[in-house]
Nanobody, 114 residues
Framework: QVQFVESGGGLVQPGGSLRLSCAASGNSFRLYAMGWYRQAPGKQRELVAS??????SYADSVKGRFTISRDNAKNTLFLQMNSLSPEDTAVYYC?????????WGQGTQVTVSS
């Protein structure tokens, strides 16, 4: 069973940047297409960025501002977030793209506010 630990969130002003990390347990991380998801209060969890092989994909709302990457040697997924806006406030999670999903981690809170 793979476990994920997300980190790197915090409080940032509009226009600021954060870099999120997701550490995965086990030895199969490199085999999975991975995604960053977020859930804002009162909203459903949504996929914001994914990486599969050498390809990346982004939700329209974050395209041009967020960059997903991974280090398979370190079993770690990253999300560089620039030009943050209050609409990006949410708890951010990582998980593999395909079903079934592994258990969700605790996520990392990102709050964008002045």
């Amino acid at each position: 069973q793979v476990q994920f630990v997300e980190s790197g969130g915090g409080l940032v002003q509009p226009g600021g940047s954060l870099r999120l990390s997701c550490a995965a347990s086990g030895n199969s991380f490199r085999l999975y297409a991975m995604g960053w998801y977020r859930q804002a209060p009162g909203k459903q969890r949504e996929l914001v960025a994914s990486i599969s092989g050498g390809s990346t994909s982004y939700a329209d709302s974050v395209k041009g501002r967020f960059t997903i990457s991974r280090d398979n040697a370190k079993n770690t997924l990253f999300l560089q977030m620039n030009s943050l806006s209050p609409e990006d406030t949410a708890v951010y999670y990582c998980n593999r793209l395909q079903l079934p999903k592994y258990p969700w981690g605790q996520g990392t809170q990102v709050t964008v506010s002045s």
